[in-house]
């Protein structure tokens, strides 16, 4: 049993708090709280792990309020909280754990709560597994390096530790602007080597286009003249 499932051993509801946005596993997200109802919540959870769901709603009529029941999403676990001066909160929370949202349940809050099955990756063969993860990492490594050498060396890509297979999964679909279509079926899957493959295919995409920009911009700031000798040959 891993530490996250650990976590929320026991507990069967949970706050549900709708955003247009994905939360994945061990991603950081800072949030501003504001409404009333989700203040109250903020409240509740003290006594309860300090842990909500954050599920994607993208509400397609105006008679949708509520993530469907069905639907993938993931626990919040609270980090920091910052009052502020008018009686609202901003907040940085954790991706601890994914669940499928069972029912929703009323039990008498301004906030929904809802049944959930928490849910982690499937066990597969190390071996495999293993080598797809540092083909993801190698390149992950390399997209950095690029971004870093495009921003004239200011600033920093999101740091990715080398860890395990599904955390690097999760760590490194989390440090891109990837859309939510994409990000929910990430959070969806079950299978780590299915979902460092698809990341594998856009890094891949991404590294030759962002190397050769990087080259092209570091010549640029040395005014066109790169500093590698030109063999002009007999």
Do not use: W
Not at 5 to 22: A, D, S, T
Not at 116 to 124: I, S
């Amino acid at each position: 049993m891993s530490e996250a499932i650990e976590k929320v051993l026991g507990m069967q509801n949970i706050p549900i708090f709708p955003l247009p946005l994905v939360l994945m596993p061990y991603e950081l997200l800072p949030l501003h709280i504001f409404e009333p109802r989700y203040q109250q919540m903020l409240k509740d959870i003290e006594l309860r792990r300090n842990v909500f769901g954050i599920n994607l709603f993208e509400p397609q009529s105006e008679f949708d309020e509520k993530p469907a029941a069905g639907t993938v999403g993931c626990v919040a676990e609270i980090r920091q909280v910052q009052p502020t001066p008018d009686e609202r909160s901003n907040i940085l929370t954790f991706g601890l754990v994914r669940y499928r949202l069972i029912e929703y349940v009323d039990i008498g809050t301004p906030y929904f709560s809802a049944e959930v099955a928490f849910f982690e990756d499937d066990e597969e063969d190390e071996g495999p597994l293993n080598a797809i993860s540092d083909e993801v990492f190698g390149l992950f490594d390399r997209v950095a390096k690029a971004a870093f050498k495009l921003s004239g060396n200011r600033g920093r890509f999101p740091d990715v530790p080398r860890a395990a297979p599904e955390q690097l999964s999760f760590l490194v679909a989390a440090a891109f602007n990837l859309d939510n279509e994409l990000k929910s079926q990430f959070i969806e899957m079950t299978s780590t080597s299915e979902r460092l493959t698809k990341l594998k295919s856009i890094l891949e995409q991404a590294v030759g286009q962002m190397e050769s920009n990087a080259e092209i911009h570091s010549v640029a700031q040395t005014n066109g003249h790169s500093k590698k000798p030109i063999d002009l040959g007999e």
